[in-house]
């Protein structure tokens, strides 16, 4: 994991000082509500429908032991002994007093932690993989990139009042996890002919109002000019997107106007200048960043030892968590464990701070003081050993962790809705809640098999409903909460949009339609065929006639 | 009142910021004209120094040819929160060498100025209903710098490896 040296933690200092003279002069009148909003904003503070909500930053997912449980200390002291993990791997306080904010921030740079730009008009937290550095198919580690793409993006002076928000992924393996064609940027870590390696850019992707899979603007950028490319891509959206409409302010929205080619051109051109200058990476600083992501202390392990064969066989729940919530990992004997928190009747994403000691505490036992936050709303132990996992699995079942329903219907990615965010038009938790409780059947659910669900209370689209195979998109009708159904998208290698099946449920309807959309699954798939696969297969319309068929 | 931020003190000078191109001034005047004023200025008509103000959409290749003349560029904030300014701040530095005094007009808080220093402005026109003595201390906010820009062309991560 990256470590602080001394700039990094005067910087986080300096910042919170900043800040706390920001709310000083707010509170005494010397700063207007409008002035003040978008300083507090960039630094992670929303004003919400109960009490402020307070957005710490957990740079590209990764967190330390020491961290979680920091996080748990202000969960008690400052909240409601909870937090909620958000799908930018952050996580969010819903009840923070105003006042006590820069005490909060205060606490979080003792541990190399901070809100910056974790809101705001500026270039957000990167993320990445949550299973970046112990990923079977990863082909290149992309975080050392992560971190030097981090520190560029803090408090860069040129950036800090862009015309909407910015949001960077990076992807190193095979397997896209980061959702990187819905992202402002997204970095594909990808090595060329002659065996150099570089990124593949793509831009202009995103959610929200106007859903748009991103364009590729360059297929390969040496990894040394990684910065200058940025500083060009950042520069032209800075000066050209537009600032007349927060609608139209994203960069997709400039991308899409411009066309792709016209914008990479511009780009080039921008880069034409800043190419070879004094952001660009030379190897010792690259491994100088990559020196923090190295292997810890594995251990020489065979695979399958009894401790974990034997209840494998014997105990049907542990194996169906070992099959949902383990992942298989670069190094014999180990696995990644995620921890859902999914479990039915808890807001998805959210994490008491009983479990946050918890899993800091097994972060620590079992692995090497290390946790990972995904953007599906888990806790990720990245390192844990096969014979240790019957134990882990127990540990985790006592503290509500072990719901065996990793990227099954009821791991629903969701945002907090209309019971805590003051945007939103429609409620998702409780909409959530009656999902997972119609479908409780772990048998049915395992048949059912990989599906990835997403639900939005708004048309910012903070639960990504867009690309989930089925999604929901809250909707206002006359003042009354009601529902839209998407099928078809995806993330991944094969990101689509998913596309609005027809008229929208009310609040009591969503579970049926979700039964009778997946009773034609189970009647139409092929063997062995995906939900999302079937959906592509047959198209929308069998399901618009099932859906919105007259009862008999 | 100017208000005015300069080499880290509260002063004022001789400069007047004509805001429109309706606005008379005198030929000896110091003025900071709107760019197409100064664009279709005839030079022999004046005695005092000349000046340019930038709306932040401005197209900076017009300006190159006379850049050296230039003794001070202002760049107008219509809002705090308008980020243009300081890509165009860092463009006359760095890509056209622009050596004179750079100013910040319009919606110029103290929160604002330990970027706009950083990207090139020497010269502060805090808004007229803030005072310049109470914002002098955003220039102080942050010590050092991740990036590379005007005031430290340096990034930090190879000052790092340069240890």
Request: aromatic letters at 10%.
């Amino acid at each position: 994991m990256y470590k602080y040296d001394e700039v990094d933690h005067r910087l986080v200092r300096e910042r919170v000082e900043q800040f706390r003279d920001q709310t000083r002069r707010y509170l005494a009148g010397e700063l207007s509500e409008d002035e003040f909003r978008p300083l507090r904003l960039m630094n992670g503070l929303y004003v919400q429908r109960h009490a402020p909500m307070l957005r710490v930053a957990i740079p590209y997912g990764h967190l330390s032991s020491t961290q979680l449980r920091k996080l748990s200390h202000i969960a008690r002291t400052y909240d409601r002994g909870y937090g909620h993990l958000t799908t930018r791997q952050n996580i969010q306080f819903n009840w923070p007093a105003l006042e006590r904010v820069p005490d909060i921030l205060a606490e979080l740079a003792e541990v190399e932690m901070h809100a910056i730009q974790t809101s705001g008009n500026c270039v957000r937290n990167t993320t990445t993989d949550a299973f970046a550095g112990v990923a079977a198919d990863e082909y290149l580690d992309g975080r050392a990139y992560c971190e030097i793409i981090r520190q560029w993006s803090t408090l860069h002076p040129e950036f800090a009042y862009l015309p909407r928000k910015f949001k960077i992924a990076v992807s190193g393996s095979a397997d896209d996890r980061a959702a990187t064609q819905v992202h402002d940027i997204g970095l594909h870590v990808v090595k060329n002919d002659a065996g150099e390696v570089g990124f593949k850019v793509i831009v202009g992707g995103g959610l929200g109002r106007t859903p748009l899979v991103g364009k590729t603007i360059r297929e390969f950028l040496p990894t040394r000019h990684l910065l200058t490319y940025l500083d060009a891509v950042l520069r032209v959206y800075n000066r050209f997107g537009r600032r007349d409409n927060k609608y139209k302010a994203r960069i997709k929205i400039l991308v899409q106007a411009m066309t792709p080619e016209a914008f990479a051109a511009k780009v080039e051109d921008e880069w034409a200048h800043l190419k070879d200058g004094p952001a660009t990476l030379r190897d010792e600083d690259v491994a100088h960043y990559a020196s923090f992501f190295t292997d810890p202390a594995y251990e020489q392990l065979a695979a399958n030892p009894e401790a974990f064969t034997v209840p494998l066989v014997s105990d049907a729940a542990f194996a169906k968590w070992v099959a949902r919530n383990t992942r298989s990992h670069k190094r014999t004997g180990y696995r990644s464990v995620v921890l859902s928190l999914k479990k039915t009747g808890v807001p998805p994403g959210d994490i008491t701070a009983e479990q946050m000691d918890a899993a800091a505490d097994w972060a620590d036992r079992f692995g090497f003081g290390e946790l990972r936050v995904a953007h599906e709303q888990n806790l990720i132990l990245p390192d844990v050993k096969e014979s240790d996992l019957y134990e882990v699995w127990q540990l985790a079942r006592q503290h509500g962790f072990a719901t065996p329903n990793v990227g099954l219907l009821t791991d629903i990615i969701c945002c907090p809705g209309g019971d805590f965010c003051s945007l939103a038009n429609a409620r998702s938790i409780p909409v959530a809640e009656a999902i997972q409780l119609k479908f409780d059947n772990l048998d049915y659910l395992f048949d059912l098999g990989d599906i990835d669900c997403n639900f939005s209370g708004c048309m910012n689209a903070c639960g990504h409903h867009h690309i989930g195979n089925i999604g929901i998109l809250g909707v206002d009708k006359n003042g009354e909460e009601w529902y839209q159904i998407t099928l078809g998208g995806s993330q991944g290698n094969h990101t689509a949009i998913g596309k609005v099946i027809g008229p929208s449920f009310a609040q009591a309807d969503v579970p049926l339609a979700f039964e009778k959309i997946m009773n034609l699954y189970v009647e139409q798939r092929l063997a062995g065929e995906r939900f999302i696969e079937t959906v592509r297969r047959i198209g929308l319309e069998p399901f618009k006639e099932r859906v919105y068929a007259k009862s008999h | 009142m100017q208000n005015l931020i300069k080499n880290d003190a509260v002063t004022e000078d001789a400069w007047r910021l004509i805001r429109s191109e309706d606005e008379s001034y005198d030929a000896a005047e110091d003025v900071i004209l709107p760019l197409a004023a100064w664009l279709a200025l005839d030079p022999a008509a004046r005695s005092g120094q000349t000046a340019v103000w930038l709306a932040p959409d401005a197209d900076l290749t017009v300006l190159w040819p006379a850049l050296a003349q230039l003794p001070l560029i202002a760049i107008d904030f219509p809002a705090f929160t308008d980020g243009r300014g300081y890509s165009l701040a860092r463009l006359l530095r760095e890509r056209y060498g622009y050596q004179g005094e750079l100013r910040a007009i319009g919606d110029v808080q103290r929160d604002q100025l330990a970027y706009l220093a950083r990207v090139g402005f020497t010269v502060f026109a805090i808004r007229d209903d803030r005072p310049a003595e109470a914002a002098l201390d955003g220039l102080r906010d942050f010590s050092d710098q991740y990036q590379a820009t005007v005031l430290q062309p340096e990034p930090l991560f190879k000052r790092r490896t340069q240890r």
